[in-house]
């Protein structure tokens, strides 16, 4: 069971959590019920990007527009989620990925401190939009992670599926689980004959 991210609900009657096991997914799952009636943007207010940048160990969005995210959001979500339903994404959509991600690589300096044992890459001026779209392109570039590649088959948040069996079906299982076994259990007694 995932905590709860302190994000700003605004009023939905429904909680964040970071459970999609990778940035990039977690930052697109951050709609709720995606294209529905119940669909919520966490990204809403402004402040709600802060939370989640540190809460992922990301950029804080200085000189991110928000709008940008949002739009970049939903790309994410969409090639991600062609890739669960094994369609093929967008190349126009994956360009965008690399070109974001391109530019988070040109923003790096490589450093390598006095007495330090390995040099690092140190981004000198980093913005969410590109830090989120280097996980995104890492993703995309990892066979092996993208075999684990999944959604919840409720409210269709992407996570990277880690269990054993790769048999995870659920966000959460004390979400979306309950809400789908509550749901079984009430189509259950409602087609068992009249008393
Ligand atoms: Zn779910």
Redesign the pocket.
């Given at each position: 069971m995932a905590e709860a991210l302190p994000l700003d609900p605004r009023g939905y009657r429904g909680t964040y959590k970071l459970i999609g096991g990778a940035p990039a997914l977690d930052f697109a799952n951050l709609v709720s019920y995606r294209g529905t009636d119940r669909g919520h943007d966490w990204l809403a207010p402004d402040a709600n990007a802060v939370t989640w940048a540190h809460a992922a160990g990301l950029a804080a969005p200085a000189g991110d527009d928000i709008a940008e995210l949002r739009e970049f959001r939903e790309v994410l979500a969409q090639v991600f989620l062609d890739l669960v339903d094994r369609t093929t994404p967008s190349s126009a959509d994956v360009s965008r990925i690399g070109e974001l991600a391109a530019s988070a690589w040109g923003d790096r300096k490589l450093v390598l401190e006095a007495g330090a044992t390995a040099a690092t890459w140190t981004a000198t001026s980093p913005t969410l939009l590109a830090e989120v779209a280097l996980d995104a392109a890492s993703l995309l570039t990892d066979a092996a992670a993208l075999t684990r590649l999944s959604a919840?088959e409720?409210?269709r948040?992407l996570f990277l599926d880690t269990s054993r069996n790769r048999r995870r079906q659920?966000?959460d299982p004390a979400?979306?689980g309950n809400r789908a076994r509550q749901r079984r259990h009430y189509e259950r007694n409602r087609r068992s004959p009249a008393r």
């Open positions: 919840c409720e409210c948040w659920w966000c979400d979306c």
